[in-house]
């Protein structure tokens, strides 16, 4: 009976121990796609402008995961919008817009799908999963805890993924919010004339962060008629983007820029109907349509 009674503490010892809620040192992908779209930018104050978090791309139905073990704390609608909150022990995670599969309360594995990716109710032109950091009252860069290798695997069967946005010289979107005017011809709301509408229009409020599309050196900024208040960055000899309608610029003529990086807010400056983005791209002094380039 004594040799039996010995090898309980061994036993015991290589059983596997549930890992308790904790501050962790990384946290997992909550998402297949690593495709990161608009990226962190803290608003100046606890209300004011900013984006809390970072937008991932995604497809309505995906899987949504914990990105470290913990404990939901919420699991409800925000202003209508589903969303998860998991508290890691000194930092929680959050996520939305997803239908949770999970209720307050339960415990969750690091990897575990939590939920599944809405398409309504997002603030991104197309599906995506706002990931959100937070201690305390203070919002932090999720990216600062996730692995940001460029590579991911792939199936070797069926045809190659597209590049995310900004990866290997093309532009990055500079907003986030819908597409309230495609590029094209249209009637002018408040001129009431027909003629070329030379960007796109994002519909995002006014002192939304706006992001560089591109590397590149500002070459002017300044109020310039019906554009209201503008930024123009040169990528390359031929190639610039004009940020339009601004209500502050971050930047000045002759800076360098680099992808993603905030250089104004949006505003409704100019010949303007409401609060947004209006951006052009202009190749060889020529405006074109700036969507394939995003």
């Not at 998402?31 to 309505?60: N, Q, T």
């Not at 209500?247 to 409401?274: D, F, K, N, Y």
Request: hydrophobic share 35%; aromatic share 4%.
């Amino acid at each position: 009976m004594g040799r039996p009674l010995a090898l309980v503490p061994l036993v015991l010892l290589l059983l596997p121990v549930a890992a308790g809620p904790g501050s962790p040192e990384s946290w997992s992908w909550p998402l297949d796609d690593h495709a990161v779209g608009e990226k962190f930018d803290p608003p100046a104050d606890r209300y004011g402008a900013g984006h809390r978090g970072i937008d991932l791309h995604g497809s309505v139905g995906d899987s949504v995961r914990a990105v470290a073990p913990g404990r939901v704390v919420f699991a409800g609608q925000v202003g209508g919008v589903p969303v998860i909150s998991i508290d890691h022990g000194g930092e929680r995670s959050t996520y939305q817009p997803v239908r949770a599969r999970v209720r307050k309360g339960d415990a969750v594995r690091a990897g575990e799908v939590v939920g599944t990716l809405l398409g309504t109710r997002s603030h991104c032109p197309g599906p995506c999963l706002h990931l959100g950091r937070r201690v305390g009252r203070d919002h932090l860069d999720p990216l600062e805890l996730l692995g940001t290798g460029r590579f991911r695997l792939i199936s070797p069967d069926g045809p190659a993924p597209q590049p995310p946005a900004g990866v290997d010289g093309d532009l990055r979107r500079p907003v986030g919010g819908p597409i309230t005017s495609p590029f094209g011809m249209r009637v002018h709301p408040l001129t009431g004339v027909r003629k070329l509408h030379d960007g796109t229009d994002f519909g995002v409020p006014c002192g939304t962060p706006v992001h560089a599309s591109g590397a590149g050196t500002v070459v002017e900024t300044g109020y310039a008629g019906a554009y209201g208040t503008r930024v123009v960055v040169r990528h390359s000899p031929g190639l610039e983007t004009t940020y339009n309608h601004l209500s502050v610029v971050s930047v000045s003529a002759g800076q360098r820029v680099h992808p993603g990086q905030t250089i104004a807010r949006s505003g409704t400056t100019g010949l303007s109907t409401g609060c947004h983005l209006h951006l052009m791209v202009v190749e060889g002094g020529r405006p074109v349509d700036p969507m394939p380039r995003l």
